[in-house]
């Protein structure tokens, strides 16, 4: 086996044991990617010289006999949408096709500190919105288990290079299922976190009060020992909190008797594709065998998310998105003698379609006459929203359901209508909404050998509860460390 | 509620998008089905709830303390598009 198959946990053991230096792992996986790159498409930038540089020093401070974290020496990928001091951060747009963060987020400080190596910056759908990495300015990323299919979004990148073999962890960002339904895609672990657990600081925005960053990885112990590494309050993100747990990593433990598992009727309904739904249901009948208890609960609002999270989200990166206006840094529209002309002209020329249609919305809804209507009344259902969350955790320990209607569909097939795009969305958004952690791990391959993926919702800050429940299933199904044949 | 295409160039005065060219066309379409999927929300009933306001997040503040920062004409000069005399330069504002 080829290093850049091996999970994080595995390449841990041997970067401690000194059976593999950290270099040697970074050349391998740099090999990796500079053969299937091309087809895939991941990456916006690959960091090769600054990877082996940061390799290096891991393996000159084990040399030393410095005490090394788990993940010290591992490589990992990191979305482009996340600030990475002196590397180019695009968001996949050509309003930032230039821009070179002057800080670190949070998150990156965080890698750095614990000895991660940096393999580049991945694709996304521009500032993260939308649902199949078309969207980004950059170029369409591949889906690594069917070439011609999308990876999902909009952290495309950040899943498929993970699924690739081109990184065996990465990090992600989800405000509507970013995260979780290319993690589905692409047949790889994906954990959004309880919103405040990692900080934002950062992460360019685009809906503040919904965005969180979270792990990508190829089994439920490397998406822990990643989430071990960013989680944690920070004094730079005002929302983040301190998490009630300790190391996710030390308390993995598959056992699930007994643990109560709902699922929602509404979930399984018309419009969720029959392999799915079969997908899904048979992970529940194998919690069954393993001494889950699982039975039907209803969700009825999640026929109101979409509205809801269309609303909220459009109406925050009206907003956030301001800010990019030609004028500081990035894209600037050229021959302009007026200011407000060169606001308008940056904007139209720096940003894709979706952006503009998101902005457009935002402010529609934000605008005078019909911000009660709409973002006052959404806000008001956000809560009712979470009061139904918290009704069925009364009753139930984890909600299990589909992540998205389908399985990854062919590229192109959906771009061209935003609607049949948004409806995509309808399993995911909720948990934002909502502010709560779920997972997203592989429960089998539909008839075109293209992944199948569930979704573990659980209570605010129930993140040890989703990762255990999702290690039990992975040790009795050996859906682990899937990596596409290419 | 129908938007028209004249609310719709209004909202792209005050996004400072242009609503001049061919590509708004079709953004001006996109926005009747859009407006027309969120609408779906006044069908819900809410009851007693009225008000916005949640109580489960609270914000954490850090102290207002001034921190130095490394040159402001480093931190901004790399990324401006036209840096002149220590400020990034703009079309005239005022005449």
Redesign the interface.
């Known amino acids: 086996m080829e290093l850049y198959q091996k999970t994080a946990g595995e390449l841990s053991a041997l970067l401690a044991s000194k059976e593999i230096s950290a270099v040697e792992l970074a050349q391998d996986v740099l090999a990796r990617t500079d053969a299937v790159e091309a087809r895939v498409q991941g990456y916006v930038t690959v960091t090769k010289d600054a990877a082996l540089a940061q390799a290096k020093a891991v393996d000159n401070q084990r040399a030393a006999g410095e005490p090394l974290p788990p993940l010290a020496g591992v490589p990992v990928a990191v979305k482009d949408n996340i600030c990475t001091k002196g590397i180019l951060t695009t968001c996949a747009s050509k309003m930032l096709y ?3 963060p ?1 800080y670190n987020a949070t998150v990156a400080d965080k890698l750095a500190a614990n000895g991660l190596v940096i393999t580049g910056k991945a694709n996304m759908d521009e500032f993260a919105m939308g649902s199949s990495c078309e969207n980004s300015a950059m170029h369409p990323t591949h889906n690594p288990h069917g070439l011609d299919h999308v990876p999902g979004g909009s952290s495309g990148g950040s899943a498929a290079v993970v699924a690739a073999g081109e990184a065996p962890i990465s990090l992600g960002s989800d405000t509507g299922g970013s995260i979780r339904q290319p993690a589905s895609f692409c047949g790889v672990v994906g954990l959004k976190p309880t ?2 657990a990692v900080s934002r600081f950062g992460l360019v925005a685009f809906a503040s009060s919904l965005d969180q960053i979270g792990p990508f990885g190829r089994s439920v112990e490397d998406v822990a020992l990643l989430s071990d590494v960013i989680i944690g ?1 920070d ?2 993100d ?4 301190a998490a009630p747990f300790g190391s996710l990593h030390a308390g993995l433990n598959p056992d699930v008797k007994g643990l109560k598992i709902g699922l929602p009727k509404e979930y399984f309904g018309a419009g969720i594709s029959e392999e799915v739904r079969a997908g899904v249901l048979a992970a529940a009948e194998t919690y069954r065998a393993l001494g889950a208890e699982v039975f039907e609960i209803s969700l009825p ?1 999640v ?2 998310a ?3 999270y ?2 909220l989200s459009s109406a925050e990166a ?1 907003s956030n998105l ?1 800010r990019f ?8 529209a050229q021959g ?10 940056s ?2 020329q720096g ?1 894709g ?1 979706e952006v ?2 998101r ?3 935002g ?3 934000l ?1 005078s006459g019909y911000y009660d ?2 973002y ?9 929203i ?1 009061a139904e969350f918290n009704g069925a955790f009364q009753k139930c320990d984890v909600i299990l359901t589909p992540v998205a209607p389908t399985t990854a569909y062919k590229i192109g097939e959906k771009s061209t209508d ?2 049949e795009m ?1 409806a995509g969305d309808v399993c995911t958004v909720s948990v934002n909404i909502a ?1 709560l952690p779920a997972m997203v791990q592989p429960c089998g391959f539909d008839a075109h050998k293209m992944p199948i993926g569930m979704q573990l919702i659980g209570p605010r800050f129930g993140e040890q509860r989703l990762l255990n429940a999702g290690l039990a299933f992975e040790q009795a199904s050996g859906l682990k460390n899937i990596i596409a044949a290419l | 509620m129908a938007i028209s295409r004249k609310e719709i160039e209004h909202i792209a005065v005050l996004a400072r998008l242009d609503s001049t060219g061919g590509i708004f066309d079709r953004l001006a379409e996109d926005m009747q089905g859009i407006i027309g999927m969120v609408d779906k929300l006044q069908q819900l009933d809410l009851g007693d709830i009225t008000d916005q306001i949640d109580t489960e997040r609270k914000n954490a503040l850090r102290e207002d303390v001034a921190k130095p920062e490394s040159n402001p004409e480093e931190l901004i000069k790399p990324n401006a598009p036209d840096f002149q005399a220590g400020g990034v330069a703009v079309p005239r504002v005022v005449e």
């Open positions: 230039n821009f070179v002057p919103y405040g309050q004094k730079m005002s929302t983040s909190c609002l026929e109101y979409l509205p809801i269309y609303i009206s301001a206006d030609g004028v500081k840094y990035g894209f600037r302009i003698e007026d200011i407000t002309e060169l606001y308008v002209q904007r139209s940003f379609s503009q249609r902005i457009m919305l402010t529609y809804v605008s209507a709409y006052k009344k959404a806000r008001a259902a956000q809560r009712r979470k935003p609607l948004y502010g």
